[in-house]
């Protein structure tokens, strides 16, 4: 446990591994190369804030999840300028954000890379300017609370983005395909495989390229 009211610094050159993390106040600054090792959480209480300058991998199953705003404290808080990539085998996803009541808040200005199998993102995350989500065709991007991309973040490269919540488009998106419970936003959104969407709140456009599928 870091209880703050202090931060913690991990230094450039310096590792740390989360099995069962717990930053109940104050700061955690990684600057150095961290690892979500398998199954492990890494939470962050109300008030608390987690801070990626370095390089992030996620194992299978580990998970990074907040807690709740309870007042005068704000939601727990995750910012990435660094790296993070998720690393899960098959059945076993990484996740930000998606355990217990999908709290967390991410504000991402650096790179996320799905280099295996599934990374669910819960919560409130914002993927701002200069915010990149990339990985192979065969990888999947798990939206199962509020993602927002802004202008000048991208997401490409995953084959399938799924999930129950809701990806706010503010710029445009071209993805096989989407397979989400909502879609909304002033952005367009082209699909070249297969939609499957239950809404489309608009008041983007969003086109099914000729040979791609709708349902």
């Given amino acids: ?49 987690f801070t990626n300058q370095g390089a992030l991998t996620l194992d299978s199953s580990s998970s990074i999840y907040g807690a709740c705003a309870n007042s005068p404290s704000p939601a727990g808080t995750m910012t990435n300028t660094g790296s993070i990539t998720s690393a899960a085998t098959p059945g076993f996803p990484a996740s930000i954000g998606t355990v217990y009541n999908n709290c967390l808040v991410l504000n991402d200005t650096g790179s996320i890379n799905i280099a295996s199998n599934e990374l669910d993102l819960g919560g409130v995350t914002n993927l701002n300017s200069g915010a990149t989500i990339t990985g192979p065709s065969s990888t999947v991007l798990g939206i199962d609370g509020t993602t927002t991309l802004n202008p000048g973040a991208s997401i490409s490269g995953p084959g399938t983005i799924n999930g129950y919540g809701n990806l706010v488009l503010n710029t445009n998106l071209s993805v096989p395909t989407m397979h989400t419970s909502e879609v909304s936003g002033p952005g367009t959104l082209t699909v070249t495989t297969d939609l499957d969407s239950s809404d489309l709140e608009g008041p983007g456009t969003t086109t099914v390229n000729a040979g791609a599928t709708f349902e």
């Fill in 1 to 49: 446990d870091l209880e703050g009211p202090g931060t913690t610094t991990v230094n450039a050159g310096a590792t740390f591994e989360a099995n069962s993390l717990d930053i109940g106040g104050g700061s955690l600054v990684n600057k150095g190369t961290g690892t979500a090792e398998a199954n492990a959480s890494l939470s962050v209480e109300a008030g608390a804030s």
